[in-house]
């Protein structure tokens, strides 16, 4: 089974800052997606950034790039230029190649940008 | 507008009562989901279906019990046996890509 950890649980960074939440998954699969999902307080569920472990090439989107390591089975998620709007849970979660899409999420990261 | 929807928004039962939340997509997904959410944690798969008339158990699927008999709707039964109902309830969706769309989530309370 996978298993996904998320070390932080809380935290904070100024607006404008940058900031980078972690993220660790256990696996013995080679192929799977990663993703980083955000729950504001609407507690909506977004997508943020996805990656294919099979690219190399690190993901971005807009203010928001992830650093995957596949050796190390770490992806961690990098905020730039945090607005007020990025304050939100952050999950990251693992799925299987080929497995029904079924997503194992991380128990999250509180951030909060502080003006 | 495409997108999921969940029905009510929040839902108080009385206990020993069974309670079905809707959840409804227009995305022409195959694949739905539900999850549980409790305070402070993630996600937890309830159930899953991949195609209509089909459908599998998740990792907390004891207490919950689900149909599929159209496409674009996958109710999600909480019934008496389920020990601690009361929690946040999240339907998601996806399609020919394997992102998930979620929909904005039941808040059950039972007393």
């Known amino acids: 089974a996978q298993t996904v950890t998320q070390s932080q649980p809380e935290m904070s960074v100024q607006e404008a800052e940058t900031v980078t939440l972690s993220c660790t998954y256990d696996t013995s699969e080679n192929n799977y997606y990663l993703f980083w999902y955000k729950q504001p307080p609407s507690r909506q569920m977004i997508l943020v950034i996805r990656?294919?472990?099979?690219?190399?090439q690190n993901a971005t989107e807009n203010r928001f790039s992830v650093n995957f390591q596949k050796a190390a089975k770490s992806f961690s998620l990098k905020i730039s230029d945090s607005q007020l709007g990025d304050t939100a849970m952050y999950f990251c979660a693992f799925m299987k190649d080929n497995a029904g899409n079924m997503l194992t999420f991380g128990g999250g990261t509180r951030l909060m940008v502080k003006p | 507008d495409g997108g999921i929807t969940q029905s009510p928004k929040y839902l108080f039962r009385k206990e020993g009562q069974n309670v079905t939340l809707s959840c409804e997509q227009n995305l022409n997904h195959d694949a739905m989901y539900w999850y549980r959410q409790d305070p402070g944690q993630g996600l937890r798969l309830i159930y899953y279906?991949?195609?209509?008339?089909?459908?599998q158990k998740g990792d907390i699927a004891e207490g919950y019990s689900v149909s599929r008999e159209k496409k674009e709707s996958f109710p999600l039964t909480v019934t008496s046996a389920q020990k601690n109902p009361t929690a946040f309830y999240l339907c998601?969706?996806?399609?020919?890509?394997?992102?998930?769309?979620f929909g904005p989530g039941t808040r059950l309370t039972v007393t």
């Open positions: 998601a969706s996806s399609g020919i890509t394997y992102e998930q769309y």
């Open positions: 990656q294919e472990a099979y690219k190399q």
């Open positions: 279906s991949q195609i209509v008339n089909d459908f």
